[in-house]
């Protein structure tokens, strides 16, 4: 039998230091690679900006949607992500997985409607054989904008039916979707199950909110998992920690 | 008048010392950058590898057809080539060129006859919008052999049809194809025309050897030049300095 295809998104906000600028937090780092090096999925890993992109991106006011032309801008913001994903990529080949970086700036563009394109062959070839690619958020050309941001969340969209993922994961700094009690909803069928507790989103909100990844989750048709750090090894291990997406049509 | 579109290819060995590994030289590359920079043309450059890519590749036997599942050995000569590549699109943005990476490891995979797919939109857009994409030689995916070299010849002739180029200059260390006698051969229509001077070669051979430079030009359908480092600001400007390759069918 061959081993499950499982697309991991490792949030920004759980391998950095949310306080301070540009710092990869170790020893979570270190926890989330050695429950990567324990499974034996064929993976593809995702991580998010944390503090490595977020300020970059805010101190030249690039977003999803707004972009820059200005060339020095667009490369401090991908240099900082691609120092983040140079850590998260020697963290696993140390820990013996077959890590190798895979960076969107070389793989993505979006048309004018902000539509994202993604080159997924490299990524795929790449899985089969026996690598695990590790993409970043990062800037990518818009038409009509310059660069703009390509998030972790979107990136896990468009990645999810191009290797056939089995499962998708996404291991946040909070350990589920959170109903209004705080307590974690185990399982979201329809958005309208949560909307109340994780606010309003429209269809293409993939920038980081709850409510952007509930809804993105729902439509991929593969079922998701969002959990907290520590669950990280249960979910590569085939359980469903924290909150189950159901996928499929709404 | 919309501006030319060029693909120009800059030799390894030009912007590297030879003799020391991984040493740019810095005073080839300022010349190279100080006649970019001058040019109007909508530009996508590419370099090779010269002494940073090619003797880690010898060192883990990686070549355009034989490859390597250890990720450490592929990191190793990627690596090599994103710090050369780093060094040009620097000195290109010091000179006020809007130069952008692209990393061919995210772009590019090889099928199991060692076909190359380039997925070439994102150079389009960064082109589209006004950005430089700056490519190099790299290691990339290939079918049942884990990862394999990619040249930046292989590059130029992926990228010249998808952006529609006006125009393609190999900038290298020799002037242009010499002859027997060592003159430089003004143009060359078939590859007959040469055969003699620069040797035999198959059509798939495209890394880096003139006679797989001239039999890959030629199949292009773009006019193509090939010239050396003094050169280039004549190019850049619109002459036909050295060999003109004079693509179109054989």
């Given at each position: 039998m061959s081993p499950e295809t499982v697309v991991l998104k490792l949030g920004g906000s759980v391998v950095t230091e949310k306080d301070r600028p540009e710092t990869v937090d170790t020893a979570a780092l270190q926890r989330a690679?050695?429950?990567?090096?324990?499974?034996?999925?064929?993976?593809v890993v995702v991580h998010g900006g944390g503090?490595?992109?977020?300020?970059?991106?805010d101190e030249h006011g690039v977003s999803t949607t707004t972009g820059t032309r200005d060339p020095e801008g667009a490369l401090a913001i991908h240099d900082a992500m691609v120092e983040l994903n140079r850590a998260v990529v020697e963290a696993l080949q140390a820990a013996g997985v077959a890590a190798l970086?895979?960076?969107p700036l070389s793989?993505?563009?979006r048309d004018e409607g902000g539509a994202l394109s993604l080159a997924t062959e490299p990524v795929e070839r790449l899985l089969d054989e026996g690598f695990v690619p590790v993409l970043h958020g990062d800037v990518i050309a818009h038409e009509g904008e310059g660069v703009t941001v390509l998030s972790g969340d979107e990136l896990v969209v468009a990645l999810a039916p191009a290797v056939d993922a089995d499962r998708v994961g996404l291991c946040s700094t909070v350990p589920g979707v959170l109903d209004d009690a705080g307590s974690v909803v185990d399982r979201v069928d329809a958005f309208a199950d949560v909307a109340d507790a994780v606010g309003d989103s429209?269809?293409?909100d993939v920038t980081g909110g709850m409510a952007g990844k509930v809804r993105?989750?729902?439509?991929l048709g593969?079922?998701?998992q969002?959990?907290?750090p520590d669950a990280l090894g249960a979910f590569l291990a085939g359980e469903a920690p924290g909150t189950t997406i159901a996928g499929g049509p709404e």
């Open positions: 690679v050695a429950a990567v090096a324990e499974s034996d999925a064929a993976l503090s490595f992109g977020h300020h970059h991106a970086p895979v960076q793989a993505a563009a429209d269809a293409t993105a989750l729902l439509a593969v079922p998701a969002i959990f907290g």
